[in-house]
């Protein structure tokens, strides 16, 4: 479970997050919603330690993530925005070296490899060099190093960004199968279409606060649409002029 807790970020004079507080718990999707600029980035990078709040706190599993971040990071799996594979390695190479990062044995390490590469269907290019990866192959093994230490909790930013149809799919129904296993998925996005397919609860971000959260069809109910992108652009609209 990943809880933050009244995180605010400035950058000079611009507030990129202004008191965000949500949950997100074990086995649920939740999706950090909002348009380009809202804050969704800088929230996650808060919440997996790349940045540190100005104030406000994050706690993963009930572990303090500014005063432990080690443990923190323990329990994390983090698929950033820049996926950052290094492309002299092949997939497997890529993921075998952050599992030494992880301290994790070698038996331990090939076992959770193979399980990955099966899992993400990622065999038929285990053994080539990152460098001619397509989109969707970067994505994939970068998940998989992200995974490669069993991490209870999942955080993703704009896991689909820039894939074909087949491969949002494919991710899709793996992040289900995250869910699926108890662990907690947080990822953020602003396409509503991920957020319909996938999402037990959203919260909705704008101009760095959170203006609604819920389930899809409570926030749907709380807008009085029945369509959630409707209900998104009316409530990103009534807090606009609160």
């Known amino acids: 479970m990943i809880c933050a807790e009244d995180l605010h970020k400035s950058f000079g004079p611009i507030k990129a997050v202004d008191g965000v507080s949500f949950v997100a718990r074990d086995g649920e999707i939740t999706a950090l919603l909002g348009p380009n600029g809202a804050g969704k980035t800088t929230t996650l990078r808060m919440l997996y330690t790349l940045m540190h709040p100005d104030s406000g706190r994050v706690l993963v599993d009930g572990v303090d993530a500014q005063q432990q971040p080690l443990e923190a990071q323990r329990r994390l799996g983090v698929l950033p925005d820049a996926r950052g594979l290094y492309r002299r390695l092949t997939a497997r190479e890529n993921i075998a070296y952050f599992a030494a990062l992880h301290g994790l044995p ?71 199968h995250l869910k699926q296993q108890g662990r907690c998925v947080l990822f953020s996005t602003h396409v509503m279409q991920e957020v319909s397919a996938l999402c037990d609860r959203v919260v909705i971000i704008a101009r760095g606060r959170v203006v609604a959260e819920g389930t899809p069809e409570a926030l749907r109910a709380r807008a009085h649409e029945h369509n959630l992108e409707e209900a998104f652009v009316k409530l990103i609209g009534t807090a606009a002029l609160a």
């Open 106 to 176: 070698d038996s331990e390490a090939r076992a959770r490899i193979e399980m990955l590469l099966q899992a993400l269907s990622l065999r038929d290019i285990a053994d080539r060099l990152a460098e001619g990866f397509s989109h969707g192959e970067r994505l994939k093994t970068a998940l998989a190093r992200a995974l490669i230490h069993d991490p209870p909790n999942v955080l993703l930013d704009e896991p689909t960004a820039g894939l074909d149809i087949m491969s949002t799919r494919s991710l899709r129904d793996f992040l289900r």
